[in-house]
């Protein structure tokens, strides 16, 4: 069952970076009072490093317990250990060798130099075991209840290396699969698929720059998930827009309320 979005729109993509910063704080510290731990997935891109920096940055970032937080990825390009345009490098960068997390409980997906060699398919059924091991039987399926799960939305409304038309969006069975033939380099990916993503409790989507405004005014418009994958992520209790103005420039005011930020 889908939640119906919320919407919050900053002034520019800093202060929408620092509000999400702080916001994810307190959602982590949260469920680590409730229940000793949390896990959050991550996002690459312009906008989750921007968060990742903004919350390096944030004065707040000690009242999370770093050691009791899981760390997963949404998608993950398709290359060597430590290249620049892998995510977990740029993640590593923004804020995770600045924190005292524990090395077992960040999930970092297979690269290409890994145990699965070139074999994008062996890499993603090895990360949907991985996810399923972490599964508890309060899950009720093979992934855990992510606490917060972060996606950008691209300027063709993907989310994750979910692509409009391609068949990983259609998939509905498996939770991770590999990727070939991305419209935007490099092709060959590894992603969490659409069943995956709903399965956590929050889903925030982020988008800030004028590029944004027409994924985000089709995703929040009623279009279907196959055409437009940002519409069909959405979260068990809540589904959450981060935007800048200009990413909101396109929408109906109608849809959210005047920004106080």
């Known amino acids: 069952m889908s939640?119906?979005?919320q919407l919050v729109v900053h002034r520019d993509k800093e202060l929408m970076a620092q509000a999400a910063a702080a916001r994810l704080i307190?959602?982590?510290?949260?469920?680590?009072?409730?229940?000793?731990?949390?896990s959050v997935v991550l996002t690459g891109g312009r906008n989750g490093n921007g968060l990742l920096a903004a919350l390096a940055a944030a004065p707040a970032r000690d009242a999370v317990d770093w050691s009791r937080l899981d760390l997963w990825w949404g998608d993950e390009r398709f290359l060597p250990?430590?290249?620049p345009e892998r995510?977990?490098?740029q993640a590593r960068q923004a804020l995770l060798d600045s924190v005292p997390l524990d090395p077992k409980r960040v999930h970092a997906m297979p690269a290409s130099d890994g145990p699965y060699g070139d074999d994008v398919?062996?890499?993603?059924a090895a990360y949907a075991e991985e996810l399923a091991r972490a599964a508890g039987p309060e899950n009720h399926g093979p992934v855990p209840t992510f606490d917060v799960l972060m996606l950008g939305v691209g300027p063709d409304t993907h989310v994750a290396s979910l692509f409009p038309e391609l068949p990983a969006v259609r998939e509905v069975d498996r939770t991770v699969v590999g990727v070939h033939g991305a419209p935007k380099p490099p092709p060959t990916r590894v992603t969490l698929t659409l069943p995956a993503i709903r399965a956590a409790r929050e889903v925030w989507l982020?988008?800030?720059g004028e590029d944004k405004a027409q994924a985000a005014a089709i995703a929040l418009s009623?279009?279907?998930e196959i055409q437009a994958p940002a519409a069909g992520a959405y979260g068990r209790s809540r589904t959450l827009?981060?935007?800048d103005a200009a990413a909101a420039s396109e929408l109906p005011r109608s849809l959210y309320p005047p920004a106080s930020a």
């Open 3 to 5: 939640t119906a979005p």
């Open 26 to 38: 307190t959602r982590i510290v949260d469920a680590q009072a409730s229940r000793g731990s949390a």
């Open 87 to 89: 995510n977990v490098t």
């Open 81 to 83: 250990e430590g290249d």
């Open 241 to 243: 827009w981060l935007l």
């Open 121 to 124: 398919d062996a890499a993603a």
């Open 222 to 224: 009623g279009a279907g």
């Open 206 to 208: 982020l988008a800030a």
